[in-house]
């Protein structure tokens, strides 16, 4: 079997923090890392390389310093790493992203695709049902487990907001993972000192086959039109009281409220 | 494309086992704004199996036309069966704009829907509103809530996008209003139906709505465990609130995602949220901030989160709630 996975380099957006005086982010110093949905998707691969002996690739569209989430990815166990990064896949918004991903996804061979539920920097959860219509594979977004028959069924646990539904696909499939499903490897020592030794494989647009009209900020159809932040609000009242006359505060604000 | 061609706003309305859900309704609320200022109809796309009444629902909630697919194929969602039904309407009927609810299934079917249709996606849009040029303009936070974005999709059509539960508000019910119901028939392609549901499960845990509490006790880090919790229960009965946390004690399993508030959670606006030891992160800020009123208890004067109290105390939850919880029952 042969899977590949999806996984992008995010600022870890846990981590941002608000400058208390302009209201502004601070972007500064913010690290890098591997959207966690991602990660999870490449445990279910390696779970699947673990049991069936998989072939996992992992693939990243982004800038060439994404190449560290590959070498993680190496240090985890995967056996192939592909950048793609070219000036002319910038500016993409999610349709122009899938397009690009497609297009190099149709030239890798594989049983099954696995992307993250979404990527903690913009959480839109669009790429990986985007890139399945592209390639003309079924779905199954929200996976939390899944299990594999040995020879090209899965059952695979879809998460829902009120329960969650088993359901049967055959491969050639498409999932997109939840990180709350899966405990995420750590590196291996070993893996560790050999992903400096494995080869980082970077395609560019002369790569793969696209029409480049459906790629980068030309294929988006989706543009910001303006960006804002929010207006402040009026500043609230701030005691710093002992406990009994809060409790008074706030009992005086829930009879002016009608709350009780 | 002849954008001219594209017309009238429509709304995929969910329904899961014939019940609409709300963010259905909340949606048809918006869509009428945006077809009153277009000057253009609203439609609600209401798809499924041994539907009854709910087109009528969709009309009292604002919808002009109800296209209603009745089918055996829809009877539970699974992608395709959707996707094909969609497209065809969205192919026939040309819309200007297609609004679809950012629940599980909507954020399934919608990027799945945008790629076959070739058109933009915007993702849980906060506010939508038509531009001096008819065009969307579709706001949504960026970078976890601080920053807003305005999208546009100007040269293609339809223009989509999802808008998350609970962050529109639904119209008042009319049963008065007329509007038409229209049935489509549509040809399904069942080569392409490879996913095979075995069996939908309901889990009780998480019947809970937070996004319909009136009063949301809301507990993070400063709270701590689960005992932390049993106090904010203890309160929340006293009141009638419900209990919600931060993504922090979701993480620790203190209480179950369906209760998380924030950008990775449920965006929620009661008339009254209580932050109880929760510093503000910005992906919690981005859940909660639209609440009508907001009062903040944390030890740390400088969190964030007294940035957007209407009420902050600094002090310690562990304290304050218990000796409110005693005045409360009295």
Same mark, same amino acid.
């Given at each position: 079997?042969?899977i590949?996975?999806?996984?992008?380099?995010?600022?870890?957006?846990?981590?941002?923090?608000?400058?208390?005086?302009?209201?502004?982010?601070?972007?500064?110093?913010?690290?890098?890392?591997?959207?966690?949905?991602?990660?999870?998707?490449?445990?279910?691969?390696?779970?699947?390389?673990?049991?069936?002996?998989?072939?996992?690739?992992?693939?990243?569209?982004?800038?060439?310093?994404?190449?560290?989430?590959?070498?993680?990815?190496?240090?985890?166990?995967?056996d192939?790493?592909?950048?793609?990064?070219?000036?002319?896949?910038?500016?993409?918004?999610t349709?122009?992203?899938s397009?690009?991903?497609a297009?190099?996804?149709?030239?890798?061979?594989?049983?099954?695709?696995?992307?993250?539920?979404?990527?903690?920097?913009?959480?839109?959860?669009?790429?990986?049902?985007?890139?399945?219509?592209?390639?003309?594979?079924?779905?199954?977004?929200?996976?939390?487990?899944?299990?594999?028959?040995?020879?090209?069924?899965?059952?695979?646990?879809?998460?829902?907001?009120?329960?969650?539904?088993?359901?049967?696909?055959?491969?050639?499939?498409?999932?997109?993972?939840?990180?709350?499903?899966?405990?995420?490897?750590y590196?291996?020592?070993?893996?560790?000192?050999?992903?400096?030794?494995?080869?980082?494989?970077?395609?560019?647009?002369n790569d793969?086959?696209?029409?480049?009209?459906?790629?980068?900020?030309?294929?988006?159809?989706?543009?910001?039109?303006?960006?804002?932040?929010?207006?402040?609000?009026?500043?609230?009242?701030?005691?710093?009281?002992?406990?009994?006359?809060?409790?008074?505060?706030?009992?005086?604000?829930?009879?002016?409220?009608?709350?009780? | 494309?002849?954008?001219?061609?594209?017309?009238?706003?429509?709304?995929?309305?969910e329904?899961?086992?014939?019940v609409?859900?709300?963010?259905?309704?909340e949606l048809?609320?918006?869509?009428?704004?945006?077809?009153?200022?277009?000057?253009?109809?609203?439609?609600?796309?209401?798809?499924?199996h041994?539907?009854?009444?709910?087109a009528?629902?969709?009309?009292?909630?604002?919808?002009?036309?109800?296209?209603?697919?009745?089918?055996?194929?829809?009877?539970?969602?699974?992608?395709?069966?959707?996707a094909q039904?969609?497209?065809?309407?969205?192919?026939?009927?040309?819309?200007?704009?297609?609004l679809?609810?950012?629940?599980?299934?909507?954020?399934?079917?919608?990027p799945?829907?945008?790629?076959?249709?070739?058109?933009?996606?915007?993702?849980?849009?906060?506010?939508?509103?038509?531009?001096?040029?008819?065009?969307?303009?579709?706001?949504?936070?960026?970078?976890?809530?601080?920053?807003?974005?305005?999208?546009?999709?100007?040269?293609?059509?339809?223009?989509?996008?999802?808008?998350?539960?609970?962050?529109?508000?639904?119209?008042?019910?009319?049963?008065?209003?007329?509007?038409?119901?229209? #049935?489509?028939? +549509?040809?399904? &392609?069942?080569? @392409?139906?490879?996913v095979?549901?075995? =069996?939908?499960? /309901?889990?009780?845990?998480?019947?809970?709505?937070?996004t319909?509490?009136?009063?949301?006790?809301?507990?993070?880090?400063?709270?701590?465990?689960?005992?932390?919790?049993?106090?904010?229960?203890?309160?929340?009965?006293?009141?009638?609130a419900?209990?919600?946390?931060?993504?922090?004690?979701?993480?620790?399993?203190?209480?179950?995602?369906?209760?998380?508030?924030?950008?990775?959670?449920?965006?929620?606006?009661?008339?009254?949220?209580?932050?109880?030891?929760?510093?503000?992160?910005?992906?919690?800020?981005?859940?909660?901030?639209?609440?009508?009123?907001?009062?903040?208890?944390?030890?740390?004067?400088?969190?964030?989160?007294?940035?957007?109290? #209407?009420?902050? +105390?600094?002090? &310690?939850?562990? @304290?304050?709630?218990?000796?409110?919880t =005693?005045?409360? /029952?009295?």
């Amino acid at each position: 079997m042969k899977i590949v996975v999806c996984i992008k380099q995010v600022p870890d957006t846990t981590e941002i923090k608000l400058d208390p005086v302009t209201g502004t982010l601070i972007r500064d110093g913010v690290p890098s890392i591997m959207n966690p949905d991602d990660k999870g998707g490449l445990e279910f691969a390696l779970q699947l390389k673990d049991q069936y002996g998989a072939h996992v690739t992992v693939i990243t569209m982004g800038p060439p310093q994404a190449e560290a989430i590959l070498r993680e990815a190496y240090a985890m166990g995967v056996d192939r790493a592909i950048l793609l990064s070219d000036r002319k896949f910038g500016g993409a918004d999610t349709l122009a992203t899938s397009n690009t991903i497609a297009a190099a996804l149709r030239s890798l061979e594989f049983d099954l695709l696995i992307t993250g539920r979404q990527a903690i920097d913009g959480d839109t959860a669009q790429v990986g049902p985007q890139i399945a219509e592209h390639l003309d594979l079924p779905q199954v977004t929200y996976v939390e487990s899944l299990t594999f028959d040995g020879n090209k069924t899965f059952t695979v646990k879809k998460s829902m907001e009120d329960g969650y539904q088993m359901v049967q696909v055959d491969t050639p499939c498409v999932f997109t993972a939840l990180a709350s499903g899966v405990k995420p490897r750590y590196m291996s020592v070993r893996g560790i000192v050999e992903a400096y030794n494995h080869p980082i494989e970077t395609w560019t647009y002369n790569d793969i086959t696209v029409d480049d009209q459906k790629i980068g900020l030309n294929g988006s159809p989706t543009r910001v039109f303006k960006s804002f932040t929010k207006g402040v609000k009026a500043a609230g009242q701030i005691y710093e009281v002992d406990p009994a006359e809060a409790v008074d505060i706030i009992i005086g604000k829930l009879k002016e409220k009608f709350i009780i | 494309m002849d954008k001219a061609q594209y017309k009238n706003v429509y709304v995929f309305v969910e329904q899961r086992e014939g019940v609409i859900q709300n963010v259905g309704l909340e949606l048809l609320g918006k869509a009428r704004e945006l077809a009153d200022a277009l000057n253009e109809k609203v439609y609600a796309m209401l798809l499924g199996h041994d539907l009854t009444t709910q087109a009528q629902e969709c009309i009292a909630y604002g919808a002009d036309t109800v296209l209603r697919v009745d089918a055996p194929e829809l009877a539970t969602y699974v992608t395709e069966p959707y996707a094909q039904a969609i497209y065809q309407i969205i192919r026939d009927n040309k819309p200007s704009i297609v609004l679809i609810g950012a629940t599980t299934i909507g954020r399934d079917l919608g990027p799945r829907l945008s790629a076959r249709v070739e058109t933009g996606l915007t993702a849980d849009c906060t506010g939508l509103e038509i531009s001096e040029e008819r065009d969307l303009l579709m706001t949504r936070p960026a970078f976890g809530g601080n920053l807003m974005a305005t999208i546009i999709c100007k040269e293609h059509r339809p223009q989509m996008s999802t808008v998350r539960p609970g962050v529109m508000r639904m119209g008042q019910r009319d049963e008065n209003r007329k509007g038409t119901i229209e #049935d489509v028939k +549509i040809n399904f &392609d069942k080569s @392409k139906f490879r996913v095979r549901v075995l =069996e939908t499960v /309901k889990q009780t845990k998480n019947l809970v709505d937070i996004t319909e509490a009136h009063v949301l006790i809301s507990g993070g880090r400063g709270v701590g465990n689960a005992e932390g919790f049993d106090m904010l229960r203890a309160m929340a009965n006293t009141i009638g609130a419900e209990v919600s946390a931060s993504r922090a004690m979701v993480d620790a399993g203190v209480l179950g995602h369906e209760r998380q508030v924030g950008q990775t959670g449920k965006t929620v606006r009661p008339d009254l949220y209580f932050a109880m030891g929760i510093s503000g992160a910005i992906q919690h800020l981005a859940g909660m901030e639209e609440s009508e009123y907001i009062i903040a208890i944390n030890k740390d004067k400088f969190a964030p989160i007294f940035n957007v109290a #209407d009420l902050g +105390i600094v002090g &310690d939850v562990r @304290k304050i709630v218990p000796l409110l919880t =005693e005045k409360l /029952k009295r």
